[in-house]
């Protein structure tokens, strides 16, 4: 069963370095922009063609495995039976559009709902963030240690600033304490970076209140492999088919966040 997961793995890395030399090179040609939900919500030719060079590569090599991603493959996946592909073909689509740096290829592969390869590639930085579930997680060659405990005092949390601003999500009021005890808040524009950023140790933990699958799942598998832990906002298992608020972040974190300031407030 290792060689079988090893054999996937040794394709999907193979191919996640491919695109990214196809979004590189995209850049000395004209990016075509389209808006999708509302005028923040942005897609590019290269989104999808990204999506649709994985979807045919999976699909020639492994016929049977399913697919879902954020530019329409796979719509009509409803149960997460068998092996799952999760792709983000651009995660930080604004930021791909507006600086050319800070985004990322996200892939998670799941057998049964159960997270077994993860794959987040930092396109400008070559920064390859992957792991095979029960044999570590790495940034390329770089073994990834297995995150130390951090209390919110002296924690860096990721957190965009419209949960702490009026917003039909969360009272702003319930995040706002934490924001002000923690050491320091970074926002990076793109969920795959800030969950690899956590399994690298970068950051101490992660919170949003709105992310697709394609987003969180190849995050998650990396930070569970680091011994971090990944739930909705209110501590509660993830749907990997479903939309979902996001909680990522190092164990004791995780449990004072929810304990001070999350579950106090509900």
Same mark, same amino acid.
Do not use: C
């Given at each position: 069963?290792?060689?079988?997961?090893?054999?996937? *793995?040794?394709?999907?890395?193979?191919?996640?370095?491919?695109?990214? $030399?196809?979004?590189?090179?995209?850049?000395?040609?004209?990016?075509?922009? !389209?808006?999708?939900?509302?005028?923040?919500?942005?897609?590019?030719?290269?989104?999808?063609?990204?999506?649709?060079?994985?979807?045919?590569?999976?699909?020639?090599?492994?016929?049977?495995?399913?697919?879902?991603?954020?530019?329409?493959?796979?719509? @009509? %996946?409803?149960?997460?039976?068998?092996?799952?592909?999760?792709?983000d073909p651009i995660d930080?689509?604004m930021n791909f559009v507006?600086?050319? +740096?800070?985004?990322?290829?996200?892939? =998670?592969?799941?057998?049964?709902?159960? =997270?077994?390869?993860?794959?987040?590639?930092?396109?400008?930085?070559?920064?390859?963030?992957?792991?095979?579930?029960?044999?570590?997680?790495?940034?390329?060659?770089?073994?990834?240690?297995?995150?130390? !405990?951090?209390?919110?005092? $002296?924690?860096?949390?990721?957190?965009?600033?419209?949960?702490?601003?009026?917003?039909? +999500?969360?009272?702003?009021?319930?995040?706002?304490?934490?924001?002000? @005890?923690?050491?320091?808040?970074?926002?990076?524009?793109?969920?795959?970076?800030?969950?690899?950023?956590?399994?690298? =140790? +970068?950051?101490?933990?992660?919170? /949003?209140?709105?992310?697709?699958?394609?987003?969180?799942?190849?995050?998650?598998?990396?930070? $569970?492999?680091? =011994?971090?832990? %990944? /739930?909705?906002v209110y501590g509660e298992?993830?749907?990997?088919? $479903?939309?979902?608020?996001?909680?990522?972040?190092?164990?004791?974190?995780?449990?004072?966040?929810?304990?001070? *300031?999350?579950?106090?407030? +509900?």
């Amino acid at each position: 069963m290792e060689n079988f997961w090893e054999n996937i *793995y040794t394709y999907a890395t193979s191919w996640v370095k491919e695109a990214g $030399e196809m979004i590189k090179d995209s850049f000395s040609k004209e990016l075509l922009i !389209e808006t999708k939900s509302n005028p923040n919500d942005l897609v590019t030719n290269m989104d999808k063609d990204v999506e649709t060079f994985l979807y045919e590569k999976i699909q020639e090599t492994f016929p049977t495995h399913r697919i879902v991603g954020e530019e329409g493959h796979g719509t @009509d %996946v409803t149960s997460a039976e068998g092996v799952l592909w999760v792709i983000d073909p651009i995660d930080g689509t604004m930021n791909f559009v507006h600086q050319q +740096r800070n985004f990322a290829i996200s892939i =998670g592969i799941f057998e049964n709902g159960v =997270g077994k390869i993860g794959l987040i590639y930092d396109v400008m930085h070559d920064e390859l963030y992957h792991t095979i579930r029960g044999n570590g997680a790495y940034m390329n060659d770089i073994k990834l240690p297995m995150l130390t !405990e951090s209390p919110v005092k $002296e924690a860096i949390l990721s957190l965009n600033a419209t949960w702490v601003t009026d917003n039909h +999500r969360i009272d702003p009021a319930v995040l706002s304490p934490l924001v002000k @005890d923690v050491r320091g808040t970074r926002s990076y524009g793109s969920a795959a970076l800030e969950l690899a950023y956590i399994a690298a =140790g +970068r950051l101490d933990g992660y919170i /949003t209140m709105r992310l697709a699958p394609w987003d969180f799942a190849g995050g998650l598998v990396l930070i $569970e492999e680091v =011994g971090g832990v %990944v /739930t909705n906002v209110y501590g509660e298992e993830l749907n990997i088919l $479903e939309k979902n608020s996001v909680f990522a972040g190092e164990k004791a974190f995780h449990k004072e966040v929810l304990q001070t *300031y999350i579950n106090k407030k +509900r």
